[in-house]
């Protein structure tokens, strides 16, 4: 990855750095919510890609719901999938948990399943996005 990398990229970069951490966590509860932090992060920078490709200012925030929203107001289209919709205020409870709560800790099922349907949905995006390209050109 270059130094040109956008937000898609950098989505794409925390989903890789959580199924690594999942793959080498061992009995570790801190690097299991560092999965979810780096999945949080996922979700977060592809939805701000998807708003910034279509102009739309987004403030600094990582509220995944109040992202949604304001892609929903503008018509956006976020290639939502109905697991990241429907799990959109737990993704932005694990990132203010993670950093402020001490004894906070992720469920592995959650972890696990949240890897996957973010793998999933990033893979989605990606094929929309590569589709949108091929009938620009």
């Known amino acids: 990855m270059s130094g040109a990398a956008n937000l898609f990229d950098k989505a794409v970069s925390n989903l890789r750095s959580a199924q690594l951490i999942f793959?080498?966590?061992?009995?570790?509860?801190?690097?299991?919510?560092m999965v979810g932090y780096h999945l949080q992060k996922a979700v977060e920078l592809a939805l701000k890609y998807l708003l910034e490709?279509?102009?739309?200012?987004y403030p600094k925030t990582h509220?995944?719901?109040?992202?949604?929203?304001?892609?929903?107001?503008a018509a956006v289209e976020l290639h939502l999938s109905e697991y990241v919709?429907?799990?959109?205020?737990?993704?932005?409870q694990w990132e203010a948990r993670l950093r402020y709560v001490v004894e906070y800790a992720i469920e592995e099922r959650k972890a696990e399943r949240a890897l996957r349907e973010v793998d999933d949905y990033l893979a989605a995006v990606a094929a929309k996005l590569n589709e949108e390209m091929d009938d620009g050109e």
């Open 85 to 92: 919709e429907d799990h959109a205020e737990m993704f932005s």
């Open 53 to 57: 490709q279509d102009g739309i200012e």
């Open 63 to 73: 509220d995944v719901d109040q992202l949604i929203r304001m892609g929903r107001e």
């Open 23 to 33: 793959d080498h966590r061992g009995e570790d509860d801190e690097q299991l919510n």
